[in-house]
């Protein structure tokens, strides 16, 4: 059961984080458009989300399963990601926010720019959080202590074999 | 050495993993209750806007029927022809105002949602305030050497009417200011609900009493309009 639902939360949190980013970068260009700000401002808002997909990716690739494995963590991931893109959809879809109204644009940028040090808060958190569990279940050393037992394990098995005697067949006519 | 290391690397891991947890939880929820809490809709009573609509309409049918008994070119009185010209255009123009088909949907609403109220407040300013109070009514209202006519009557009427239009053109400033306050607020209570809802029924009323004051005012001069000729 555990299994399954951390493999769920694992594949979602790949979804959620580029839906969350989407969302984000659909209202960040907005806001920057309106306030006529430099859009190359906008890659330092978008530094976490690069250097989380890394990291996941690091996961990945090393099967670290102090990450990959981990239930709270990939649930976690996929909490943060989906209250981004709630914050993001709600600052342009709820009508009852007068602010929404007061600019042209039809988002409440307002609504948005408070929340955005919670998402990055959260979102460094996760940097933090990811770098500490990788390490936790041996990191980078541990795969290679890993290869060094496999390979010893495989040389021992073949020498195991080789050292097995062979079993003759033997004729019933001749043993009678 | 080492496993006892990683154990601690774990528990800092896992430390912030809970923090951020927390942080996310607290602010998806805390969004879904402000989300609910300003989507509270205020339900007014049939008999309410009814008795309102009456009322408005008494009015008005009054004010046009004054304007439509005024015929300049039977008219030979002392008064100036093109004053009183002007003036019966600017009551017309009014009526238009304040017949406006949008503003009386707005009006006329059983259930109202703070957004509901905030396009109320705008409606009756562009319409109400700027089209008639501001554009067509204020200008009468000026005395001396810049008053646009100089007749003894409108110089008697013109501080009264001076006097309601500035209070009329600063009443939903401060309406308007409060209405912008629920966007970026987003720590729910019990309070703050509360709040919300006494906000969307407060300027609600408060942008109705303006209405009133705007609609008494222009019967006061039409009726004064009926006296000078």
């Known amino acids: 059961m555990v299994r399954i639902l951390n493999g769920m939360f694992y594949f979602l949190k790949f979804i959620l984080l580029l839906v969350a980013f989407g969302t984000s970068l659909y209202v960040l260009i907005a806001m920057y458009q309106r306030l006529e700000k430099d859009m190359f401002n906008l890659i330092y808002v978008f530094i976490p989300y690069a250097v989380l997909l890394v990291l996941f990716i690091i996961n990945m690739f090393f099967k670290q399963t102090g990450v990959t494995k981990n239930v709270f963590f990939n649930l976690t991931c996929c909490l943060v990601f989906f209250t981004i893109a709630f914050l993001a959809l709600r600052s342009v879809f709820d009508v009852n926010m007068i602010y929404r109204w007061k600019n042209t644009y039809h988002i409440n940028f307002n609504f948005y720019s408070d929340m955005l040090t919670f998402i990055n808060v959260m979102m460094y958190g996760l940097c933090i959080a990811d770098g500490f569990l990788m390490f936790s279940e041996g990191g980078f050393i541990f795969k290679r202590k890993n290869k060094e037992n496999k390979s010893l394990k495989e040389k021992k098995d073949k020498k195991a074999r080789e050292e097995k005697p062979i079993a003759v067949q033997v004729d019933d006519e001749e043993t009678l | ?229």
């Open chain 2, 1 to 229: 050495m080492i496993k006892l290391l990683k154990e601690y690397i774990k528990v800092i891991g896992y430390t912030f993993t809970g923090l951020v947890f927390g942080a996310a939880f607290f602010l998806l929820f805390i969004n879904f209750y402000h989300y609910k809490d300003i989507s509270t809709k205020l339900e007014r009573k049939d008999e309410d806007i009814q008795t309102y609509k009456q009322y408005v309409n008494d009015r008005l049918s009054e004010v046009k029927s004054i304007t439509e008994s005024f015929n300049p070119n039977l008219y030979k009185g002392p008064k100036e022809r093109v004053m009183l010209m002007t003036i019966n255009s600017k009551l017309q123009l009014c009526v238009k105002e304040f017949e406006d088909e949008k503003l009386n949907e707005a009006l006329d609403k059983k259930e109202l949602t703070i957004k509901d109220v905030y396009n109320f407040q705008n409606l009756y300013r562009s319409k109400i305030v700027n089209g008639c109070i501001v554009n067509q009514l204020y200008d009468l209202g000026v005395t001396g050497n810049e008053a646009k006519f100089h007749d003894a009557d409108l110089a008697k009427i013109a501080p009264f009417l001076k006097l309601n239009a500035d209070s009329i053109r600063t009443d939903d400033d401060y309406v308007a200011n409060v209405l912008l306050n629920n966007g970026s607020y987003f720590f729910s209570s019990e309070n703050s609900k509360s709040n919300i809802y006494e906000m969307t029924r407060d300027s609600f009323y408060e942008i109705r009493n303006s209405y009133t004051k705007s609609i008494d005012l222009l019967l006061e001069f039409s009726r004064w309009f009926k006296g000078i000729v």
